[in-house]
C-alpha cells in the first residue's frame, strides 16, 4: 500500500477499519514441535537443573558467538549483575553507561553499591559515544558499560582502547545483540565480558535467562561461582566426584538457569541465522517503505557492523509533522501495530530522578 492511498483511509483512531484485525505484538518467541520436544525430553531425565544441558548449551553458545567460554544466568538482569561483580565493580565506583537502555543496564552498578554514571549517545546509533565516555572517567570509574542498542553494535573497539588507557573493565550489553558483528567479529567475542538475555522478545529464547561470554579464564571462574551462592563446586561436580566437601567462599546468588531452559536454548540455537536472516529481510523491507515517509527517519546502519534487529526504531521529524509522538503511537496502536518506545532514557525514571537529582 503506498503512503497516498493511506493517508486519504478514515484512520482507526478516527472511526475507521483497523488495518489489523489482532495486535501485532512487538516482540514473540517462535517455538517450533522440535523446541518443545527438546524440553518434553528434560522433563522425563533426571536432571532438572544443574545438569548435563546447561555445560551443553554454554559450550555451544561459547562457539556460536566465537568466545572461550560462556556462563548461563537465570536472566539478562542477573548475568549482568555477575558480570559488574566480575569486572570488580564495588561500592563507591562508577560505572559508565548509556541512558538509552532498559533500566536494568544501569541497575546492576546499584546492586554492588556503585554508581552508573551516564554519558551521551551518537546521533546516527543512539549507542554510548565514546568520546563523551571518556570525558567521564575518573579516579572512581572501574567499568564501560556500552549497550548495542535496538542490535546496533557499540563502536566497541574505540571503547576498549579508552577503557585499556585507564585500565577499565568493558561489559557490553548485547541484550539486543545476539547474532551482530562488529568489523567482521560476532558480538560476544570482543569486550572483556559480553552479556546477553533470552526473554521471548529476544532472537532465542529460554523462556526467562542470561548468559555472560568472556575471554578470560577468572572472570568465567567468578561468574560460574556468583551465580551459585558464592560455592566452588556445583551438585552434579559433587555428586560425580563422589564428594561431599564444598566451601562458600564469597558472597553469590541461586541465579542457575535450569537444564530445561538450557535444553530449549541449545534447539534455539540451531535456528538463529535463520532467525536472523528473517529479521533482516523485514527490517529492509521496512526501510524501503519508511524512506519515501516525510518525517519518518528510519534507523541507520554503520557500514562496518550487520545488524541483529532486535528493534526497528524509527525517529520522528516534528518539524515534518503535524502529529506529535503520543498521537502517532496511539494512532499506530489503534491499527493493531503494537509498537513501544525505547526508551525512557534511564535517568529519567524518577527512582533515579529522587536518588540522583536528575532533571528532564
Ligand atoms: C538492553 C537490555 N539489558 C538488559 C535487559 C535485561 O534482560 P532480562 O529481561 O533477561 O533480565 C534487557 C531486557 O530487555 C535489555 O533490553
Known sequence: MSATSVS???????????????????????????????????LRSDWLTTGPKVGEFEEGFAAWVGAKYAVSFSSGTAALHAAAFAAGLEQG?????????FCATANCALY????????????????????????KINSKTRVILPVDYAGHPADVDAILQIAERHGLAVIEDACHALGAEYRGRRIGSIAHMTVFSF????????????????????????L???RNHG???????????GQWYYQMVSLGFNYRLTDIACALGLNQLEKLEANLARRCE?????????????????PSVRSNVNHAWHL???????????????????????????????????HLHSYYRERFGYKG
Open 199 to 222: 526473554h521471548p522478545v529476544k532472537h532465542l529464547t529460554t523462556g526467562e535467562g542470561g548468559m555472560v561470554t568472556t575471554d578470560r579464564s577468572d572472570f568465567a571462574e567468578n
Open 312 to 346: 526497528y526504531p524509527i525517529r520522528l521529524d516534528l518539524s515534518k509533522l503535524s502529529a506529535d509522538r503520543g498521537q502517532i503511537f496511539r494512532a499506530l496502536r489503534g491499527e493493531n501495530i503494537g509498537v513501544n518506545v525505547h526508551y525512557i532514557p534511564v
Open 112 to 135: 554492588l553499591g556503585a554508581r552508573p554514571v551516564f554519558a551521551d549517545v551518537s546521533r546516527d546509533t543512539l549507542n554510548l559515544d565514546p568520546e563523551q565516555a571518556a570525558a
Open 8 to 42: 486519504r483511509e478514515v484512520l482507526a483512531i478516527n472511526g475507521g477499519s483497523p488495518v489489523r484485525k489482532t495486535l501485532l505484538p512487538y516482540g514473540r518467541q517462535t517455538l517450533d514441535e522440535d523446541d518443545i520436544q527438546a524440553v518434553v525430553d528434560v
Open 93 to 101: 565506583d562508577e560505572a559508565i553507561t548509556t541512558p538509552m537502555t
Open 231 to 241: 560455592i566452588s563446586s556445583d551438585a552434579r561436580q559433587r555428586q560425580t566426584a
Open 224 to 226: 560460574r561461582r556468583f
Open 282 to 298: 523485514i527490517a529492509a523491507r521496512y526501510t524501503a517503505a519508511f524512506r519515501s515517509v516525510p518525517g519518518v527517519i528510519p
